[in-house]
């Protein structure tokens, strides 16, 4: 069986001190650390201290990345600038972006797009909120933010795929496991009928407060190829347990 691939998002949360310590605590834990492929996506100026402290089974990834190459773009992180640092994968299209910071499908596919063509590897984050659940309505919306990006992409060899339900980010409310593969079963439906290179091995992630304690029933879903964490990411033990039930 492939291996999972685990992603800590530390948003924007952390120190330096916290950084040091972390990788350290997570890096003595070779044999774990080793079951998976591991990502750390740390805030973007400690990028730089992330990338010198990881390697092997431990990568960096961005949180994000600007939908414009270098120029004119105060504020913003060109994809080429994370690949010069030694980044390795990005996160595009977090609720979080989309809901705060205005980023719409369109905005995610240039980012996507960027991304893709600098080198990186791309976390695609797709979800519904609550009431698009409750109306029934979350496979349709989900399969929409996927087939925007899909529209415009002629590989998805370089592409991860994280259903992350909105009302599970941050709230300590899980996707039930079976309703979590449901929906993991319509992404994979989606990325095959899309019939682009690659596309029967991109792996799908689940993100939704996911913990040591509920790792497992949802890694043993078939389609759940690994998970996004969010705050369980930030204490080396409670993702080291994450990590353990891969
Ligand atoms: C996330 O931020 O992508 C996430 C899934 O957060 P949490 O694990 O805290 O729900």
Known sequence: ???????????????????DAFINEISAAAGLLSRAEVVLCPPFVYLQNAVSLCGGHLAVGAQNCSMQGAGAFTGEV?????????VQWVIVGHSERRELF??????????????LASGLKVMLCVGES????EQGDATRIVVKQLSVVLSELTSLESLVVAYEPVWAIGTGKTASAG?????HAAIKAELLASGLKGASSVKVLYGGSVKGS???????????????????????????AIIAES
């Open 179 to 183: 309703d979590a593969q449901e929906m």
């Open 130 to 133: 609550l009431a698009q659940r």
């Open 102 to 115: 205005g980023e719409s499908d369109a905005v995610v596919l240039e980012k996507v797009k960027r991304a």
């Open 78 to 86: 060109a994809s080429e600038m994370l690949v010069d640092l030694g």
């Open 214 to 240: 509920n790792a497992a029933e949802l890694f043993a879903q078939k389609d759940i190829d690994g998970a996004l964490v969010g705050g369980a990411s930030l204490k080396a033990k409670d993702f080291l």
């Open 1 to 19: 069986m492939a291996q999972k691939l685990i992603a800590g998002n530390w948003k924007s949360n952390g120190s330096l001190a916290d950084l």
